[in-house]
Each structure stands twice: as structure tokens, then as C-alpha cells.
Nanobody
Framework: QVQLVESGGGLVQAGGSLRLSCAAS???????MGWFRQAPGKEREFVAA????????YYADSVKGRFTVSRDNAKSTVYLQMNSLKPEDTAVYYC??????????????????WGKGTLVTVSS
């Protein structure tokens, strides 16, 4: 079992920045971590992902160049630095952990565990 706890959400004006954190704990091994978001009335969508080893990161086209995913293995924590935020970035952001042999962990199905989410609201 893996427990995931997100933090760092809040209210920010358009053009501003926020940094989300996801702390992982538990005894189950995971190969990668992902950030997803879900806006009201919409499906959960992929934002970014990172593997616990190596340097590969993955991003949705909508956030490339604005968001950066990183990790601190010693703290078992993954971060999502969000810059140049737009009102359309408003959503609940979820952290996921997975261990399947996927080539690109950019689907909700590739995640085995989820956090409870943190709300990000970007005002115009």
C-alpha cells in the first residue's frame, strides 16, 4: 500500500505561480509518479509524470514550458512547479503512483494509488 498526500494548492492570480508537493509513504514499490487534474464537470486529465530513477519526465502539451515536475528521492516527495498559471489551470490536482510496465505513464489507468487532491484556483 502507498499513501500519497498532496499539498500546496490555493488561490492565485493569472500569471502567478504555485508549487505542489506529493509526499509518498508505505511499503509498496512504485516506479513512477504522476500529476493529474480534474476540473468541475470534466474528466481527470494527465498533467505531468516522473520516474523515481533516471531523468525522464513527461508533460501534457497544455502545460509544457510552464510546469516542471521534479522529485526528491530522499524525501519520497514529488513536486509540481506551476508558473504562468491560467484560469483554465483551475482544478483539483491529484498525485498518483504506479508500478506497471508502461512506456509513458500518462493515463489514469497507469496509476495504482491516488492522493485525495489539492485545489488550485486561478483567478483572471
Amino acid at each position: 500500500q502507498v499513501q500519497l498526500v498532496e499539498s500546496g494548492g490555493g488561490l492565485v492570480q493569472a500569471g502567478g505561480s504555485l508549487r505542489l508537493s506529493c509526499a509518498a509513504s508505505g511499503r509498496t514499490f512504485s516506479r513512477y509518479m504522476g500529476w493529474f487534474r480534474q476540473a468541475p464537470g470534466k474528466e481527470r486529465e494527465f498533467v505531468a509524470a516522473i520516474r523515481w530513477s533516471g531523468t525522464t519526465t513527461y508533460y501534457a502539451d497544455s502545460v509544457k514550458g510552464r510546469f516542471t515536475v521534479s522529485r526528491d528521492n530522499a524525501k519520497s516527495t514529488v513536486y509540481l512547479q506551476m508558473n504562468s498559471l491560467k484560469p483554465e489551470d483551475t482544478a483539483v490536482y491529484y498525485c498518483g503512483a504506479g508500478s506497471g510496465p508502461v512506456i509513458v505513464p500518462n493515463t489514469a489507468r497507469s496509476m495504482d494509488y491516488w492522493g485525495k487532491g489539492t485545489l488550485v484556483t486561478v483567478s483572471s
